[in-house]
């Protein structure tokens, strides 16, 4: 019988702090009530269910481009978390290497929101974030 460490890594959430991190005027959906989790709280959730690691995803909802509360929970974690910004699609490359920095491994597509058109032009972007190592994560 093998002795296996067995580490869980959540890879997909969202924090949601509107009290330190208010919502964007324009959000099309602001969450609420249980839908709300600081980074604090997060690690409190993980610690109880032995989770060692969580990928963070910046959320169109309540923020739109706006990661500061996401950027906030990367630098909470020490390390502990990785993240997935929301970016516009003219980020230069020196915007992505400051997020990436931060702890930012990717940026989030949203087509299921957004629709195609909205990222058709996306090339130059995506060119961005192969040279810098990083990844686009499509829904």
């Not at 702090?17 to 609420?32: H, I, K």
Request: aromatic share 8%.
């Amino acid at each position: 019988m093998h002795n296996l460490t067995v580490h869980k890594i959540d890879c997909h959430m969202h924090i949601f702090d509107p009290l330190r991190f208010p919502y964007a005027a324009d959000a099309w959906y602001q969450p609420a009530g249980g839908e709300i989790g600081t980074a604090v709280q997060l690690g409190h959730v993980l610690d109880a269910h032995g989770v060692s690691h969580a990928l963070l995803v910046g959320s169109n909802s309540g923020y739109g481009l706006d990661n500061r509360c996401l950027l906030d929970a990367l630098k909470q974690g020490a390390g502990r978390y990785k993240g997935i910004a929301v970016v516009r699609h003219d980020a230069s490359h020196t915007e992505l290497q400051d997020l990436q920095a931060a702890g930012v491994v990717g940026v989030a597509m949203n087509v299921a929101l957004l629709g195609v058109d909205y990222y058709r032009n996306t090339g130059p972007l995506l060119e961005r974030l192969r040279d810098l190592g990083l990844w686009a994560q499509v829904q």
